[in-house]
């Protein structure tokens, strides 16, 4: 991927390689990196300040922008704009479930995970599918023209990493509970969610 226009604002929906992407491409361009900014106060204010300059690249998902009118502004900039979705919801779903159920939302290569299983917690799922499937549904209707419009599967590198969180043990029986869960709300309210 070769970008020659600043600075990079990455909008994606949560659990699609954002973060590694960000990373990535901070790194190739020298750029200062700003990963979802609200949550860090200072980040947030040194972006407000720093947003017309072009030495960054910034990532935030659809549901947070309408609380952040500087996101809204570098949305309707002309930076250089990527869109990151991803093919596969059932992982994508999971992955989402995993960190909400264990809040660990990135991989620490100093902490060692001890082999683990997830209990199948229908509040925390449903939430998962519905964050998700909101998400999407943003990111389809957005009339924004984006440089680059890509999944987490088309990056391909993010292969070689493998997997960003130390996965359960009983990976299987989530994805199963998700495919469950999905029918069931497509059988109640008559329209297909992912399926």
């Known amino acids: 991927m070769q970008i020659n226009k600043f600075p990079i604002l990455i909008y994606a929906n949560y659990r699609t390689g954002s973060s590694p992407l960000l ?5 190739k361009y020298g750029l200062e990196r700003y990963s979802e900014p609200h949550y860090d106060i200072d980040k947030l204010s040194k ?4 947003w017309q300059t072009s030495n960054y690249v ?7 922008i309408a609380d952040y009118p500087i996101y809204q502004k570098i949305l309707a900039s002309d930076c250089y704009k990527i869109r990151l979705t991803r093919e596969n919801k059932i992982d994508q779903i999971a ?3 995993i960190a909400s159920y264990t809040d660990r939302w990135h991989t ?3 902490v060692v995970v001890e082999d683990y299983e997830v209990d199948i917690d229908t509040a925390i799922l449903d939430n998962a599918v519905r964050t998700i ?10 009339t924004v023209k984006f440089d680059l419009d890509t ?16 996965q359960p043990t009983n990976l299987d029986e989530l994805r199963r509970a998700i495919l469950n869960h999905i029918r069931d709300v497509n059988a109640q309210f008559q329209f297909n969610l992912f399926l």
């Not at 972006?47 to 720093?50: A, G, P």
């Not at 599967?153 to 292969?159: N, R, V």
């Open 133 to 142: 499937r909101y998400n999407d549904k943003l990111l389809a209707e957005s």
């Open 23 to 27: 990373s990535a491409l901070a790194i």
């Open 95 to 97: 992955s989402f479930y």
């Open 47 to 50: 972006l407000k300040q720093d």
């Open 58 to 64: 910034v990532k935030f998902m659809p549901d947070q």
């Open 151 to 166: 999944t987490y599967e088309q990056l391909g590198y993010f292969e070689e990493l493998g997997p960003k969180t130390h």
């Open 108 to 110: 620490d290569p100093d």
